[in-house]
């Protein structure tokens, strides 16, 4: 299958889910203070599509309202932690010299903790708040867009238009703004789509160990630690279908990004035999 095609296909699956968590939750509303235990734990049927939970709510509606609220945060992780790898990966490679090499030990350091265990010390300070689980995510994982960003900086920086730019008189500030960023543009829009699924998973990790979001706000990882003691009791729905969203959407936000990679790298130059 060509590349385009798997970005076609990965991309109406996205569509699909984005829409399923935005307009259900609209649609059906979601208020955990509602409750029919006369409902608890009911299997899927034609009247409730996914089941209910152990309160009599409905899955369907629970677990879209859940979803939206993991792509919210990992959205706007991925986007924290792209910006910070741009930043640090251009101004690297333009600075040089020894602010390159304390900047790559850092990073270094930085990849060698346990992102995990940081995200975890990064949210239990601020336990409860997405603030805190969007930076704890962010923080964490900036480092393999630094790289890609100065790397491919260092290759700009040998161009002639920015030597040019520099005989002209242009300051750092001025190549950062005007050079760097624009051309390394389509490597943090990659970046972003990459780490998606890495922040989506690591939101729900965060949230399954109880860490994350408070409990009374529904998101793919306090589902899925809520289906713990439902799943003892037979209620296999309450842990098959949040995790098989989880599941459909990283896969479907991966497979998106490396087609998205595919069509924006420059082609290979050909053998002349």
């Known amino acids: 299958m060509g590349e385009r095609r798997r970005l076609v296909l990965a991309g109406s699956?996205?569509?699909?889910?984005?829409l399923y968590a935005v307009i259900v939750p609209w649609v059906g509303g979601v208020d955990d203070r509602l409750t029919d235990f006369a409902q608890a734990r009911q299997a899927p049927s034609g009247q409730w599509?996914?089941?209910t939970d152990a309160a009599g709510r409905s899955l369907f509606v629970r677990i879209a309202a859940a979803l939206r609220t993991s792509l919210i945060v990992a959205a706007c992780a991925a986007a924290v932690s792209t910006v910070i790898g741009v930043l640090v990966g251009a101004v690297s490679a333009l600075?040089?010299?020894?602010?390159?090499?304390?900047?790559?030990?850092?990073?270094?350091?930085?990849?060698a903790l346990p992102h995990l265990l940081l995200g975890i010390v990064i949210v239990a300070l601020f336990r409860g708040n997405a603030v805190a689980v969007v930076l704890s995510i962010g923080l964490t994982h900036w480092v393999q867009v630094a790289r890609i960003v100065r790397a491919e900086s260092l290759s700009l920086r040998e161009?002639?238009?920015i030597s040019a730019a520099v005989l002209a008189g242009a300051g750092r500030a001025h190549l950062l703004v005007r050079h760097l960023l624009p051309a390394v543009a389509p490597q943090a829009l990659i970046a972003v789509v990459l780490l998606l699924p890495h922040a989506?998973?690591?939101?729900?990790?965060?949230s399954f160990l109880g860490f994350g979001l408070p409990p009374h706000e529904p998101s793919l990882g306090t589902l899925l630690e809520e289906a713990r003691t439902s799943l003892l009791l037979g209620g296999w729905w309450t842990l098959v279908f949040p995790a098989g969203l989880l599941?459909?959407?990283?896969?479907?936000?991966?497979?998106?990004?490396?087609s998205l990679r595919g069509l924006l790298a420059p082609p290979k130059p050909s053998r002349v035999l």
């Open 13 to 18: 699956v996205l569509v699909a889910v984005v």
């Open 49 to 51: 599509w996914f089941g």
């Open 95 to 111: 600075a040089g010299g020894w602010v390159d090499r304390v900047v790559m030990r850092v990073a270094d350091t930085a990849n």
């Open 159 to 161: 161009r002639e238009y």
């Open 200 to 206: 989506i998973w690591h939101e729900s990790t965060l």
């Open 247 to 258: 599941v459909l959407t990283t896969v479907a936000v991966a497979v998106a990004g490396s």
